[in-house]
């Protein structure tokens, strides 16, 4: 309350309180006999477990019971009847051995876990911050930083991804004179929120084409996962991709090819040209198989058209000339010899540690899939049936494509997050199944025993992955989002400086320049953001212009360095710096050392990364986290010489 105000604190208690709403009614909201016990509460970690993969999972062989009072059958006689197993708004009695959670409950637990990621989740990507975040900002407020992807020279970024969000921006600060933090954080939840229904309609896709079982192990892996609790709620194209990819293999699994169509193709046109590559096995299908060649032409050519001229139209009326910016930035990525390879060049090794990072355990399984579905489907005899192969064809044709890029970003895997949880939940049933079909063979005094191990086997790695997933999103939260709660101070000490409030002042950073959230942290026009040299020798983003349109000078496709960014350290009034040894050099000196003109007026915990242990900063392990890894501090530094402060916060 102190550093961000009374609306923002209220904002977060509102969250709080949706939270523990949506996470609780999973008991109270459904019938009331699942109320009853604490039977129930065990019933439920038993059912994630239970089920057999392989076959045919829409239709199972199910052993029941009848009672006395069937004429046709002896009391407590064993029959077999054909149950279907998909799953049903109101969800299944505990009795059902298919029972599964129901939509309603699904949807509260991802909103749950989305609300999560939108109050909790750091900025982890500079582009989300320059490209997205501040153009947004510029838009909304008359300022912001501009990067050279948005000048009408080159024309990479489109303005029409950006103006359903910037409308909602506009709304909520001109309604409800909200401060500038809070409307960034109110976009975050409205992401959230959309990924929480495309969640909840993937999944219930899943139940009907796949199987309750499948379905309910694909859901604590979507839930829990920490590249969701990153990727949900980022403001990139890539996770635009993945809302259109749950939605679009949604529909597909539904048999819906239109519905499948059209959100491929706004997941390319409006988010990332990249991710149409995911519906290629849709295409595949409709064309190869189905033969329904006249549907997929009619709805492919109505959907470009119906999507792609607005687009055309948005991003030309910015630009000032024509531009279809989904085909510069392929053409930009492809066609260029700088393209692939000007940024962020990473080894081999840098896919599989950040999915080890993200799905730990879902990782290893969706990484052996294509092994787990060929042999189960040989063992079973049943090589007719494809459905299987659809999640694990998509993933595997995306990781190949951007494996072998020198160009590697944790963003250009959001798309197939959806496919990795799903692709693991089916690589899980088919070992189960193979466990019990070895196990099977053992003799009947023993089979009481061995016949749980299968449904051990999954809980099993249900709750390792939990648990390690919780760890890593507890230690991005605690160990580095510093960088983003130093910023929110500075509304403190707007109100409370002695610096004019027609003169300008400036905040200063060198090297932690790509930790800035972004502009919706800066308290008023007066205050700008600025840049001083660092280590850094690329092109740093300047200010938007006059409009949109105009070309901004000193701007270049090839990230040389631009001094005209920089500014002199004597001009600035504050200077948000980390105090890491190791970084220390003589264009980015230690600015805590030099008291006689920067004080320190706020300080931050953050990991240090280079004196810590690996694996314990990665994961945060109570005790140990603490013993084996150091943090050091992010400052807010004031210039003695240019700001007195008053002394209500001296």
């Not at 019938?31 to 239709?59: E, I, K, P, Q």
């Not at 051995?97 to 409950?105: A, D, E, F, K, M």
């Not at 092109?539 to 105009?550: C, V």
Request: charged share 15%; net charge positive; proline share 6%.
């Amino acid at each position: 309350r102190r550093v961000h105000g009374d609306s923002y604190f209220r904002f977060q208690a509102m969250c709080c309180f949706l939270m523990t709403y949506c996470s609780f009614p999973t008991v109270l909201s459904t019938r009331a006999d699942f109320v009853s016990t604490w039977t129930f509460r065990l019933t439920v970690v038993h059912r994630f477990a239970t089920g057999m993969g392989g076959g045919n999972r829409n239709r199972k062989i199910v052993p029941r019971r009848v009672s006395s009072t069937n004429s046709s059958t002896k009391p407590n006689q064993t029959v077999v009847s054909d149950r279907s197993d998909k799953v049903s708004l109101a969800g299944a009695r505990p009795s059902d051995p298919t029972w599964t959670p129901s939509i309603h409950t699904a949807f509260k637990c991802f909103l749950s876990a989305r609300f999560c990621s939108a109050l909790m989740n750091n900025v982890t990507d500079c582009d989300e911050t320059y490209n997205y975040w501040e153009p947004t900002h510029y838009m909304v407020y008359g300022w912001g930083f501009q990067t050279w992807e948005y000048s009408p020279v080159y024309a990479l970024r489109s303005y029409a991804y950006l103006l359903p969000n910037t409308f909602i921006a506009s709304i909520h600060s001109r309604l409800f004179d909200a401060n500038k933090v809070l409307v960034f954080y109110f976009v975050r939840c409205i992401f959230a929120l959309v990924c929480s229904f495309c969640e909840v309609y993937f999944y219930q896709s899943v139940c009907s084409r796949y199987g309750n079982h499948v379905a309910r192990v694909c859901l604590v892996f979507l839930l829990f996962s920490p590249g969701l609790f990153i990727a949900s709620t980022a403001y990139l194209p890539s996770s635009f991709a993945m809302y259109a990819t749950m939605a679009a293999y949604g529909a597909w699994f539904r048999g819906n090819y239109p519905a499948a169509v059209v959100a491929t193709a706004l997941g390319a046109l409006l988010g990332w040209p990249f991710s149409a590559l995911l519906g290629l096995p849709i295409a595949a299908e409709m064309l190869l198989i189905r033969s329904r060649i006249q549907e997929f032409v009619k709805w492919s050519g109505a959907t470009l058209i119906a999507i792609l001229l607005p687009i055309v139209n948005i991003d030309s009326r910015y630009y000032g000339r024509p531009v279809i910016a989904p085909l510069n930035i392929l053409r930009y990525n492809l066609l260029t010899n700088h393209g692939p390879d000007l940024y962020g060049v990473e080894p081999s090794t840098y896919y599989p540690k950040n999915l080890l990072l993200n799905f730990n355990v879902a990782a290893v399984l969706a990484a052996s899939s294509p092994v787990s579905v060929a042999v189960g489907k040989l063992l079973q005899r049943n090589t007719r049936s494809y459905a299987e192969w659809f999640p694990v064809v998509g993933l595997t044709m995306w990781l190949l494509v951007f494996g072998f890029q020198p160009h590697k970003e944790e963003r250009f895997l959001y798309p197939v997050y959806p496919l990795i949880a799903l692709s693991a939940a089916i690589s899980l049933s088919y070992l189960q199944s193979l466990v019990a079909s070895g196990l099977s063979r053992f003799r009947r005094r023993y089979y009481r025993f061995y016949s749980r191990l299968p449904n051990l086997l999954c809980a099993s790695l249900l709750v390792f992955y939990t648990i390690l997933s919780l760890s890593r999103s507890v230690s991005l939260f605690r160990n580095y989002h510093g960088s983003m709660d130093i910023y929110p101070y500075l509304t403190t000490l707007a109100e409370n400086s002695t610096v004019p409030s027609n003169k300008q002042v400036n905040v200063c950073v060198g090297k932690e320049w790509h930790h800035f959230p972004s502009s919706f942290f800066i308290p008023s026009p007066n205050w700008r953001l600025q840049f001083i040299r660092s280590d850094f020798r690329g092109q740093l983003p300047k200010y938007f212009g006059h409009s949109t349109f105009e070309i901004p000078p000193h701007m270049n496709e090839l990230n040389r360095e631009e001094p005209t960014r920089y500014v002199d350290l004597n001009r600035c009034h504050y200077l948000i710096h980390l105090d890491d040894p190791s970084t220390v050099s003589p264009r980015q000196p230690s600015y805590t050392q030099l008291s006689d003109q920067w004080e320190v007026v706020e300080t931050k915990a953050y990991m240090d990364t280079t004196n810590s242990h690996p694996l314990l900063r990665a994961l945060y392990v109570p005790y140990f986290t603490e013993q084996y890894t150091r943090m050091i501090d992010y400052y807010i530094l004031r210039n003695r010489k240019r700001v007195k402060l008053t002394s209500s916060i001296t």
